[in-house]
């Protein structure tokens, strides 16, 4: 699958699964950048990435909710790169809360990260991509937009990230940018590790695969979409749960 040289940029990469798909697309060959606004986080990641053998990265600090900020990310891997050939929306946070309890600022906040900053990225780097007629734009949604439990503003967002890749898919497709959505279910990673145990092993035991996934099966799932063979694959999404968006019932 051909990454080579693709330039990237990452939103939401210096923790986690945006981490690992930076890792991951720069051993195959991509130079990569790293949006984050844990500055020392996302410097790390690149420092990484390149000691494995990526040709460049640059790491950008700054909030991805915020359009100067990801405007002006945009313009410094531009800068650096030239252009971006592969977006990978993917920053998110969590604030899990039953629905007469969730506060406006819980809503807020993760609609706006997990949400909005999707969209704001993703039309800073579009302009880009149509100049050159090649890109891919690969938004990390959640199996979670299916709807779950404690989570009506992250279910909503993650739903919403599914209609923004439709839409994306459809006005984008005549430029040879393909938007596709990869949807996780229960990934170690800093965001589930505060998880109480009980809540933990009842998740893992819902699933068909009963066990927790890793963010290495994801950045496959994403490597697959970014690659240029993938220019056929549009508008689509792609769990990576371990069956679990079969059946909201679990398995046997
Ligand atoms: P993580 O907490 O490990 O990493 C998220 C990163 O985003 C952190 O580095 C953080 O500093 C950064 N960030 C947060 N808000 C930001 C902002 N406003 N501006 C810039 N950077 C910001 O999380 P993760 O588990 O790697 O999640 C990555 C994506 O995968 C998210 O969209 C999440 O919803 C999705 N996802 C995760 C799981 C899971 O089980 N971990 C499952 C499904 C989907």
């Known amino acids: 699958m051909n990454i080579?040289?693709?330039?990237?940029?990452?939103?939401?990469?210096?923790?986690?699964?945006?981490?690992?798909i930076g890792r991951t697309l720069g051993?195959?060959?991509?130079?990569?950048?790293?949006f984050d606004r844990d500055e020392a986080a996302a410097q790390a990641v690149c420092s990484e990435i390149e000691a494995a053998g990526s040709p460049a990265t640059v790491a950008v600090s700054g909030d991805a909710t915020d359009k100067a900020s990801t405007e002006a990310a945009v313009a410094k891997a531009?800068?650096?790169?030239?252009?971006?050939?592969?977006?990978?929306?993917?920053?998110?946070?969590?604030?899990?809360?039953?629905?007469?309890?969730?506060s406006d600022e819980d809503w807020d906040g993760v609609l706006?990260?997990?949400?909005?900053?999707?969209?704001?990225?993703?039309?800073?780097?579009?302009?880009?991509?149509?100049?050159?007629?090649?890109?891919?734009?690969?938004?990390?949604?959640?199996?979670?937009?299916?709807?779950?439990?404690g989570q009506a503003n992250y279910s909503a967002a993650k739903a919403g990230v599914v209609g923004l890749t439709r839409s994306m898919a459809l006005e984008l497709g005549k430029f040879n940018i393909t938007v596709n959505c990869v949807a996780p279910g229960f990934i170690d990673t800093p965001l589930t590790r505060n998880l109480r145990e009980d809540v933990w092993e009842k998740l893992v035991k819902?699933?068909?695969?009963?066990?927790?996934?890793?963010?290495?099966?994801?950045?496959?799932?994403?490597?697959?979409?970014?690659?240029?063979?993938?220019?056929?694959?549009?508008?689509?999404?792609?769990?990576?749960?371990?069956?679990?968006?079969?059946?909201?019932?679990?398995?046997?």
């Open 206 to 252: 819902s699933q068909p695969i009963s066990t927790i996934g890793t963010p290495r099966e994801v950045a496959y799932a994403v490597q697959f979409f970014a690659a240029d063979q993938a220019f056929y694959l549009n508008g689509q999404v792609l769990y990576v749960c371990g069956g679990k968006s079969i059946s909201s019932f679990g398995s046997a």
């Open 112 to 149: 706006d990260t997990n949400l909005k900053s999707y969209f704001l990225a993703s039309r800073a780097v579009a302009p880009l991509m149509m100049e050159q007629k090649y890109g891919r734009i690969i938004n990390i949604s959640s199996r979670a937009w299916l709807g779950n439990v």
């Open 78 to 102: 531009k800068e650096a790169f030239g252009s971006i050939d592969i977006l990978i929306n993917n920053v998110g946070i969590v604030r899990d809360r039953y629905l007469i309890k969730m």
């Open 27 to 34: 051993a195959a060959g991509a130079r990569v950048a790293i």
């Open 4 to 20: 080579k040289d693709r330039r990237v940029f990452i939103t939401g990469g210096g923790s986690g699964i945006g981490a690992e």
